[in-house]
């Protein structure tokens, strides 16, 4: 117990001193008034269009919970949708990933869902969701790099029937075991989709829910910038895939930032010093955005209506 609290206290020490080093960088490259000065002149038609992209990308993903667990919980769709943004606001806020316990938590407090086969939904869906991302990342690559591999790239797709092949045959297999890991795996295989059409429908809502956040993103950067689209897209995918790491700065400041200049930093565009302090302050200013309208999304996803009163009614 005591080497665990240990490791996480020195992954906290870790997130806090990468997102410190963050804020004294940005203050002697650029310092944070000039770093902020974009926002004053941003469109507010741009940034509405922006916010509602955001906001589709947030019901896209909300509705790969709702078509996986609609059926077990007996919840409506504006459940699942306070529950994603409560959850996505947990994850961009806290550091390490810690958000993530906070969606079986509230599939408890508003379904009385068992655990553990939340938490197995959840799996599926980051599973999912590494897969998208690794698979846009190697598709922005090979378009960048080395189009020969486009068609490769392409193929991987066919790891999704693979993907529902081995979670069949690893369920049959752990059905009837005896002992507490299997069952308790099988338990979290559960959580997964049980029908083939219903993997495959929520395989598609991912790279759709992946699509239109990147797009936000990007069109938020080219704001903030005036950089190309192209130049700024493996940066943006690498800051996505940044979000993973199991040591980030708090909140992700600083890995999140390290990740988008190292992902466009291989374009020839951002040779020149002026343009990588462009990037950097892109990189820093769409963090902050990323983290503010999770904030009022989560405050907006209070006015939404829910039966959760019913559902736990009718469990008693």
């Known amino acids: 117990m005591k080497t665990r609290w240990l ?14 080093t963050l804020f004294w960088w940005v203050e002697q490259r650029l310092g944070w008034a000039r770093l902020l000065q974009p926002w004053q002149t941003f469109p507010l038609p741009s940034l509405l269009v922006i916010l509602l992209l955001t906001a589709l990308a947030y019901g896209l993903r909300a509705c790969r919970f709702y078509l996986l667990m609609k059926e077990k919980t007996g919840g409506q769709f504006t459940d699942f949708l306070r529950i994603n943004i409560w959850h996505t606001t947990a ?36 599973l999912l969701d590494l897969f998208a991302l690794f698979w846009l990342a190697a598709l922005t690559w090979a378009a960048f790099h080395a189009p020969v591999w486009l068609l490769p790239v392409a193929a991987s797709l066919l790891l999704i029937p693979l993907g529902w092949w081995l979670h069949q045959h690893l369920q049959a297999r752990l059905q009837h075991s005896i002992h507490r890991p299997g069952r308790w795996l099988y338990q ?28 936000a993103f990007l069109l938020a950067a080219m ?28 909140a992700g400041f600083g890995t999140y930032e390290a990740a988008m200049l190292l992902g466009s930093g291989g374009s020839r565009a951002f040779a020149q010093g002026a343009i990588q302090d462009s990037l950097l302050a892109t990189a820093v200013n769409l963090h902050l955005f990323i983290l503010a309208s999770s904030l009022l999304f989560s405050l907006l996803a209070w006015l939404l209506p829910s039966n959760r009163q019913q559902v736990v009614s009718a469990d008693q």
């Open 188 to 215: 979290l295989l559960a959580g997964f989709p049980d029908a083939p059409i219903l993997y495959f429908r929520l395989s598609g809502l991912t790279l759709a829910a992946w699509a239109v956040k990147l797009a």
């Open 91 to 126: 994850i961009n806020w806290l550091p390490m990933r810690l958000g993530e316990a906070l969606f079986p938590w509230l599939m408890r407090r508003y379904f009385n869902h068992p655990v553990l086969h939340s938490s197995g939904s959840l799996l599926w869906i980051r």
């Open 7 to 20: 490791r996480h206290g020195i992954r906290l020490l870790a997130g806090l001193l990468i997102a410190a």
């Open 223 to 250: 704001q903030l910038s005036g950089l190309p689209v192209l130049a700024l897209l493996p940066g943006v995918v690498a800051a996505e895939l940044a979000s993973a790491l199991p040591v980030q700065g708090l």
